[in-house]
């Protein structure tokens, strides 16, 4: 049976925070510390599951409302429970492949979708008898697939249709729980009744059954044991798998080679869930030590108190989309988050105000929870050998801008540059990023006072017609060989009125058929090699063929404005 509904308005959590401590206690000498917030729910609120869902929220499994729930990594929460089967005991959640995220009810028989929207349509058609829903997680065939633990079965739903399949036979009275997608595109999950690991492909053919697994490392009167539980796929090609009664984590390789490790475990912890960490560790909760702990690929476990009173039993924990862990404390309805020790991150920015002799650089640091300083190393080369002075980002989990201003930089250089960044568990390095310093201008040359063209005279040859001359001759002399000399005739009839020549002479000789009044005005404009230029204006007296001398302008090259004319 599928049904689906429209979201009606969430229920705001408070989200309040109630709870910020840095952790030291119960680590490693040298280790640095972990940085841990709380955020209350309203009650009933009872968090069991969470998993990291699209948007970079967080999405839990509400026990005590019936709901599903969504935390910003800011800490806003919204609650979903409309459309949902009453009393339906949520259990296990996933990002599907579909954007949505699934998740399963152990009384209510079904299997869960909701959107981002908070749209929540469920799932049942196929599933046989009344089964108990547990574990679910994304598939290799883009399915996902699910877990029976007391009907000895695990199943698969298509969530483009919702078609369930189901696979029996796995076993002698098994009771499965937690599954993942292996490293090897083959499907693993954990048999907590017989203390096994079983694979499976995802055609659903059962391959192996490694175990049982040792229980020497049992300190539990509870049986089984050492009852594995929860199973990932870690960063090194293996699946680690926890076991809540042995007091211990596990670790199988792909052809099902077991290894465990307990040494730093506290004492009857109740190991807990498994997520990969943002450094490549896997971190887990001990749900009765009130604890958070962390495994490396090499075995080497670490413990950080979370600070919880007694009984609060943290219960399972996932890597967010800030890189940070967060787990549920169900008895306190909390949501609860963890910055783990690990290195600022640094990005190399722009280097900005680029100038002949400095730049301004920019980047970014977030501390990562632990007090960190930065600082911009440059150079001429990629090994850099100077650096700024180191300055104080405090100890907080955002991304914070910084800047530096360079000078005393050598002019029409490559300058290489990156920003580093410290905290107590080590040191980050941004990118190499370059920049060239600009090259100054040339400096300004002194200019003669005078310009460089010689006087020169004018004659003008013609006849006179009627009120007008008809000028036929323009006669420039006195010039020095490689003047440019020109012409230009205002209100004048006739051709050329305007022409320009280059003289390799003294002496140049215009040809005019040239109509010229009182009115008339000439201009001769000879211009030196290095551009200074003297214009001459002329008008004409109509009685005899005669310029009149009107002005004369000076100009130094370039020059816009007039000068005076050398003598």
Request: net charge neutral; aromatic share 8%.
């Amino acid at each position: 049976m599928i049904s689906t509904t429209v979201l009606a308005r969430p229920r705001l959590a408070l989200a309040v925070f109630i709870c910020l401590a840095s952790i030291t206690a119960g680590m490693p000498s040298g280790a640095a510390a972990v940085q841990i917030t709380t955020y209350q729910l309203e009650a009933p609120s009872f968090p069991t599951f969470i998993a990291s869902g699209p948007g970079g929220d967080l999405w839990f499994s509400d026990l005590g409302t019936n709901k599903i729930g969504r935390i910003t990594t800011a800490g806003q929460v919204t609650e979903y429970g409309l459309g949902l089967t009453p009393n339906a005991s949520l259990s296990d959640l996933t990002m599907g492949p579909d954007g949505n995220v699934w998740f399963t009810e152990r009384e209510g028989h079904k299997i869960g979708r909701i959107t981002p929207q908070g749209v929540i349509t469920e799932f049942s058609a196929g599933l046989t008898g009344t089964p108990d829903i547990y574990a679910i997680t994304s598939g290799p065939d883009g399915d996902l697939w699910f877990t029976e633990p007391f009907a000895a079965k695990v199943g698969k739903i298509d969530p483009l249709t919702g078609q369930i399949t189901e696979f029996n036979g796995l076993g002698s009275a098994p009771v499965f729980t937690k599954i993942v997608t292996g490293p090897d595109g083959d499907l693993w999950f954990t048999d907590s009744a017989n203390g096994q690991i079983q694979q499976m492909t995802p055609q659903g053919v059962a391959i192996n059954n490694f175990g049982p697994l040792p229980a020497n490392s049992c300190d539990s009167t509870l049986t089984p044991c050492p009852y594995p539980d929860s199973i990932v796929a870690g960063p090194d090609g293996n699946l680690w798998f926890d076991e809540a009664r042995g007091n211990a984590i596990g670790r199988i390789t792909p052809t099902g080679g077991i290894t465990e490790y307990a040494s730093g475990l506290t004492r009857g912890a109740g190991v807990k869930d498994l997520t990969v960490g943002p450094e490549g560790n896997i971190w887990f909760v001990e749900q009765n030590a009130n604890q958070v702990g962390r495994i490396t690929p090499g075995g080497t476990i670490s413990e950080f108190p979370t600070g919880l009173p007694s009984g609060a039993q943290p219960l399972t924990i996932a890597k967010g989309s800030d890189e940070n862990l967060w787990f549920t404390v169900p008895d306190l309805g909390q949501i609860g988050r963890l910055i783990p020790d690990v290195p600022p991150q640094v990005a190399t920015g722009d280097a900005i105000a680029i100038s002949s002799s400095g730049a301004t650089l920019t980047g970014a640091v977030r501390s990562r929870g632990a007090d960190a300083r930065y600082q911009f190393e440059y150079g001429a080369t990629p090994a850099y050998g100077s650096a700024t002075t180191t300055t104080d980002n405090g100890a907080g989990d955002t991304g914070q801008q910084v800047t530096t201003t360079l000078s005393g930089l050598p002019p029409g250089t490559t300058i290489h540059y990156r920003l580093v960044a410290s905290n107590p568990s080590g040191t980050a390095y941004g990118a190499d990023r370059a920049f060239t310093t600009s090259t100054p201008p040339p400096p300004p040359q002194p200019r003669p006072q005078h310009v460089s063209v010689r006087p020169f005279q004018m004659y003008f040859a013609g006849s006179r017609r009627g009120k007008r001359l008809l000028l036929s001759r323009v006669v420039v002399i006195l010039l020095t060989p490689g003047e440019h000399v020109s012409y230009l005739c205002e209100r004048c009839a006739g051709a050329p009125r305007r022409h320009s020549h280059t003289t390799h002479r003294s002496k140049l000789t215009f040809h005019t058929h040239l109509l010229v009044s009182r009115r008339s005005l000439l201009r001769i404009t000879v211009t030196a090699a290095d551009g200074s230029r003297r214009v001459r204006t002329y008008r004409f007296k109509i009685r005899q063929i005669e310029g009149v001398f009107r002005q004369e302008r000076c100009y130094l090259p370039k020059a816009r404005k007039s000068t005076s004319c050398q003598i």
